[in-house]
């Protein structure tokens, strides 16, 4: 998807290994999210900056940190990967009142 | 607290046929409604969005969606389905809220199979 890019696309991690899953826009929006989304569930958020230098906790936040370096890049890290963070991660990007824009995703794998 | 149900989790229709998706929303103020759809290992597209004004949107790839506030309601309809439409749809609410900014809450998707 334009303007919303993700790093890496594919990613097995072994239980307890820490990663960094990187995002990055050129669409100039000031939010930015990070979701997961898992079967049958739908897409849950984990964390989101509503603008550079602000970041929140959304519906499920635990075993995740993130860091919005700058307005491009938002970052989400696993410190001790766990089984049950094995899922799809999506960035997506917003302003004001504008729908978001997704990036295709991360697609984390942990053994 | 802001919700959206899709009561349909998986939907079988034949190509050609007419298909309506449903979405029910809770929210306590005027909400902004989202459709996007996601194909196999693809992220989401937006199909249409509702914002204001004539409660009936078009949008992308022949979709159409109605918004009914007695219902609180979101549906997106398709008068002659195609077999690329298949893929997970899901239903969004855009919330501006005061204290954190824009959020978005989204349905768990209803999965569209077609059928030749």
């Known amino acids: 998807n334009a303007g919303v890019t993700q790093t890496p696309k594919f990613q097995v991690l072994k239980t307890g290994q820490s990663m960094t899953l990187q995002c990055a826009q050129d669409m100039n929006h000031n939010s930015m999210y990070w979701y997961r989304q898992d079967p049958g569930m739908g897409l849950r958020l984990i964390y989101y900056s509503a603008s550079e230098g602000t970041t929140d906790k959304g519906e499920v936040p635990n075993g995740y940190n993130v860091s919005r370096l700058n307005k491009r890049e938002f970052s989400l890290r696993l410190e001790s990967a766990a089984p049950s963070q094995t899922s799809v991660y999506f960035c997506?990007?917003?302003?004001?009142?504008?729908?978001?824009?997704f990036g295709d995703g991360t697609r984390l794998s942990i053994l | 607290a802001q919700s959206v149900t899709q009561p349909d989790i998986h939907i079988t229709v034949s190509e050609g046929a007419s298909l309506e998706l449903r979405c029910n929303y809770s929210?306590?103020?005027?909400?902004?409604l989202f459709w996007y759809v996601q194909s196999p290992g693809q992220g989401l597209q937006l199909l249409l969005k509702y914002f204001s004004g004539d409660t009936l949107v078009q949008g992308i790839k022949g979709f159409e969606a109605e918004f009914k506030r007695s219902q609180s309601s979101f549906n997106l309809r398709k008068p002659s389905v195609h077999w690329s439409d298949a893929a997970e749809y899901f239903c969004?609410?855009?919330?501006?809220?005061?204290?954190?900014?824009?959020?978005?809450?989204f349905g768990t998707g209803t999965s569209l199979t077609v059928i030749p």
């Open positions: 969004a609410v855009g919330a501006n809220l005061e204290n954190t900014g824009n959020q978005f809450y």
């Open positions: 929210y306590g103020a005027t909400p902004y």
């Open positions: 997506a990007i917003a302003t004001g009142n504008q729908p978001q824009h």
